[in-house]
């Protein structure tokens, strides 16, 4: 009988490794094939303009600026920021910028990290906040706090969502010592769907969560599911430096309207997903949780991402559940063993 | 009326063909970060072979390909890299070897052709017995074509003999070889050969060859090892992008044979803005797709104006260097 089980063909695969992983659709290889393109580096691109010009709206800021990536989008922020060498930015520490980005605000930006704890809802404590912004009396022997970044929804965490109050407050922290708040908003709508769900009675659209921010990187590859891309909002005067900073980095790229048609499609037709992949996450983790030998947190599980422990005494490891899964055609992300959900398999 | 243009600004402005919209629309992608893109692996091992490399990384451009390649063979805090006072690198690059690298930059003089003198190359390089004030020399880049001086082309013997001086003092030799299939078919060697001599080369697929983004720098297996890191710190990771590289793939099969009619159409324009009264033009220094071309003193035109003109007959012009 097991035998037969393994024999039976996988018709079928689940990719739960992570919202990076999304394909192109039909609406967006269409769109790329016929996009209007011209030379971006010469401002001359008409689809890239037109992306740019849709996101600086959504997000409520004045200028956008297309980058290959959010590692790409998040570095521009940081550095244009703290382009004065001696700068230190204030972030939490187990926040993308700080573990996945190959430390290069530093190594790149030589900009100084300080880390603050980040709490099990991704939030930092305010007060610690305001207690790592440097002295200026000190100068002698500190760098010059410039920045403060926040991640929302907060991946580490599980996809945690910090709210418009959390984010105003830090915001106004950041305006009394003269420091700028940076965003890195890679799963922004994300959060903004879920924020409209908690406060129905308000609303919080997209522009509003981070209205407190100067600077906000969103993603289109993840759940939004666009092929390549992120972009940066911001105000006039940052967008310009930022421009800049791509190119210095190599992200300066020719005929760039073929991936920024797929992210029009994207920002029109999948933020209205994101909900329906909140709730097949939210469905997965009652359904593990239920498992004897597995745990999750389902209290906690506010998006796309579910992490879930093995417990003490169970008969098997992460690796051999990886293992087991993937030949029944679902692939997971085993070393973290978290799960995110894109939603593709499931609307396909 | 205008009914045609003619874009003459620079061959970065190339648009996709219908085969590369096409072969776009049905590429086959995964996440490249994943290592997972079989569009973009069927890329770098094509561009591997033809440049005799073992190994390729497909970055979104010229810049970060020359940027990569510098900062991987200049890893070690307090490098030095010996390269052209007219070369890209050095001019066009917002110095970001320097200012995200911290590598430090010596420039030779490029000649007329493109080149530098052998030996200033040698005595720029560091003494390392100096070292207590010295930056270390690691890396030579040269520039093929070289696009300041008019897209003159370094023969392979040049290439070889600065190879050899790079040997010599245990330097890495690098290319940018945003043209370089430009100097090959203008050469006549195979292209593999031109860059034998070279650790890296970084290729553009989005100039002459037309596909709408992208450079593949070449190297060795080590090199891109770590260059494919670097590149995903300097935030070039890039998900889906076999998107991309099904175009890149298109232009290397179909555009590189198309080059010399590109040289050839250069060689007409010199030859007739030459005979121009008012306008001077090199033409025997014209060996590929590029032409500079001087306004004479006293003619009664200035280069901002030309531009004009020509601009409402449909022709558009780089006006700051007017080439």
Known sequence: AEEAWKAKMVTRI????????????????????????DDDVLCSDPTALRLETEMARIMGKE???????????????????????????????NCHIHIYENGGISTL????????????????????????????????????????CLENSHANSGGRCLSVEYTDRVGELAKKHGLKLHID??????????????????????HRLVQAADSVSVCLSKGLGAPVGTVIVGSRTFIARAKILRKTLGGGMRQVGILCAAGLVALQENVAKLEGDHKRAKLLAEGLNKIKG??????????????????????????????IVGEHGILLMPESLSSLINGQPYRD
Do not use: W
């Not at 999750?296 to 293992?323: M, Q, R």
């Open 14 to 37: 689940v990719d739960l490794r992570s919202d990076t992983v999304t394909k192109p659709t039909e609406t967006m290889r269409a769109a790329m094939a016929n996009a209007e393109v």
């Open 63 to 93: 200028g956008a600026l297309f980058v290959p990536s959010g590692t790409m989008g998040n570095l521009i922020s940081v550095l244009v920021h703290c382009e004065v060498r001696g700068s230190e930015v204030i972030l939490g520490d």
């Open 109 to 148: 930006g030589g900009v100084h990290p300080r880390t603050v704890k980040n709490n099990e809802d991704g939030s930092m404590d305010v007060d610690l906040i305001e207690a790592a912004i440097r002295d200026p009396r000190l100068e002698i022997c500190y760098p010059t706090t410039r920045l403060i």
């Open 185 to 206: 908003g890679a799963r922004i709508f994300n959060a903004s769907v879920v924020s409209q769900k908690l406060s129905l009675v308000l609303g919080v659209p997209v």
């Open 294 to 323: 597995l745990k999750v947190d389902v209290a906690s599980v506010e998006t796309n991402i579910v992490y879930f422990d093995i417990l003490e005494g169970s008969n098997i490891t992460g690796p051999k559940l990886c293992k």
